[in-house]
Protein backbone atom coordinates (compact mmCIF):
# COMPACT_ATOMS: atom_id res chain seq x y z
CA UNK A 1 0.00 0.00 0.00
CA UNK A 2 1.66 3.27 -1.23
CA UNK A 3 -0.13 6.72 0.79
CA UNK A 4 1.19 9.61 -1.28
CA UNK A 5 2.70 12.35 1.94
CA UNK A 6 0.46 14.78 0.48
CA UNK A 7 -2.53 12.86 1.39
CA UNK A 8 -4.54 15.36 3.83
CA UNK A 9 -7.01 12.84 4.57
CA UNK A 10 -4.78 10.29 5.56
CA UNK A 11 -2.63 12.46 7.99
CA UNK A 12 -5.95 13.93 9.36
CA UNK A 13 -7.23 10.56 10.42
CA UNK A 14 -3.91 9.36 11.68
CA UNK A 15 -3.52 12.16 14.00
CA UNK A 16 -7.34 11.68 15.40
CA UNK A 17 -6.57 8.38 15.53
CA UNK A 18 -3.58 8.78 17.84
CA UNK A 19 -5.12 11.75 19.88
CA UNK A 20 -8.31 9.85 20.87
CA UNK A 21 -6.54 6.24 22.46
CA UNK A 22 -6.85 4.14 19.00
CA UNK A 23 -3.99 2.07 18.72
CA UNK A 24 -2.72 0.35 15.56
CA UNK A 25 -2.96 -3.68 15.48
CA UNK A 26 -1.82 -4.97 11.96
CA UNK A 27 -2.88 -5.07 8.60
CA UNK A 28 -6.02 -6.29 7.55
CA UNK A 29 -4.56 -8.66 5.54
CA UNK A 30 -2.95 -10.80 8.44
CA UNK A 31 -6.75 -12.19 8.72
CA UNK A 32 -7.66 -12.84 5.54
CA UNK A 33 -10.56 -15.28 5.38
CA UNK A 34 -13.59 -15.78 7.10
CA UNK A 35 -13.01 -17.35 10.88
CA UNK A 36 -9.05 -16.15 10.87
CA UNK A 37 -8.35 -14.19 13.99
CA UNK A 38 -5.62 -12.63 15.58
CA UNK A 39 -4.50 -12.08 19.43
CA UNK A 40 -2.21 -9.50 20.30
CA UNK A 41 -1.31 -8.22 23.92
CA UNK A 42 -2.02 -4.27 24.35
CA UNK A 43 -1.07 -2.69 27.75
CA UNK A 44 -1.24 -5.73 29.39
CA UNK A 45 -4.86 -6.96 28.08
CA UNK A 46 -5.25 -9.78 26.09
CA UNK A 47 -7.04 -8.74 22.80
CA UNK A 48 -8.42 -10.86 19.99
CA UNK A 49 -9.27 -9.47 16.34
CA UNK A 50 -11.46 -11.49 14.21
CA UNK A 51 -12.91 -11.41 10.94
CA UNK A 52 -16.41 -12.58 11.22
CA UNK A 53 -18.39 -14.79 9.15
CA UNK A 54 -20.04 -11.61 7.29
CA UNK A 55 -16.67 -10.40 6.43
CA UNK A 56 -16.03 -7.84 9.53
CA UNK A 57 -13.34 -7.39 11.39
CA UNK A 58 -14.17 -7.08 15.26
CA UNK A 59 -12.31 -7.12 18.27
CA UNK A 60 -12.71 -8.78 21.50
CA UNK A 61 -11.36 -7.81 25.09
CA UNK A 62 -10.37 -11.87 26.58
CA UNK A 63 -11.44 -11.84 30.17
CA UNK A 64 -9.48 -13.89 32.87
CA UNK A 65 -12.60 -14.73 34.65
CA UNK A 66 -13.37 -18.14 34.74
CA UNK A 67 -16.56 -18.55 32.07
CA UNK A 68 -16.20 -14.70 31.28
CA UNK A 69 -17.40 -13.93 27.90
CA UNK A 70 -15.10 -11.85 25.33
CA UNK A 71 -16.45 -7.68 25.40
CA UNK A 72 -16.55 -5.83 22.43
CA UNK A 73 -13.80 -3.44 21.78
CA UNK A 74 -14.52 -0.51 19.52
CA UNK A 75 -12.73 -1.58 16.71
CA UNK A 76 -12.06 0.43 12.75
CA UNK A 77 -10.32 -0.35 9.42
CA UNK A 78 -9.12 2.74 7.68
CA UNK A 79 -6.65 2.17 4.68
CA UNK A 80 -5.99 -1.91 5.65
CA UNK A 81 -5.09 -0.98 8.91
CA UNK A 82 -7.36 -2.38 12.19
CA UNK A 83 -7.34 0.27 15.18
CA UNK A 84 -8.75 -0.69 18.44
CA UNK A 85 -9.85 1.84 21.30
CA UNK A 86 -10.01 0.56 24.90
CA UNK A 87 -10.57 3.64 26.34
CA UNK A 88 -13.63 2.03 28.64
CA UNK A 89 -15.44 5.21 28.67
CA UNK A 90 -15.88 4.82 25.07
CA UNK A 91 -17.39 1.23 25.82
CA UNK A 92 -20.35 3.15 27.78
CA UNK A 93 -23.48 3.17 27.01
CA UNK A 94 -24.47 7.30 27.57
CA UNK A 95 -27.92 9.16 28.08
CA UNK A 96 -28.78 12.61 27.42
CA UNK A 97 -28.78 14.44 30.41
CA UNK A 98 -32.25 15.91 30.83
CA UNK A 99 -32.04 19.68 32.33
CA UNK A 100 -35.46 20.89 33.85
CA UNK A 101 -36.08 24.51 33.99
CA UNK A 102 -38.46 26.87 34.27
CA UNK A 103 -38.66 30.14 32.93
CA UNK A 104 -38.68 33.48 34.72
CA UNK A 105 -41.58 34.75 32.39
CA UNK A 106 -44.26 31.74 34.18
Not at 81 to 105: C, G, W, Y
Request: glycine share 4%; aromatic share 8%.
Amino acid sequence: MTVPPDDRVFRREMAMAYRSGWHFIDLVTAIPHRGDSLMVTLFGEPIVVVREEDEDVRAYRCLRRPRGAPQPVRCAVRYDMIFVNLDKRDHRLVEPQTITATPRSA
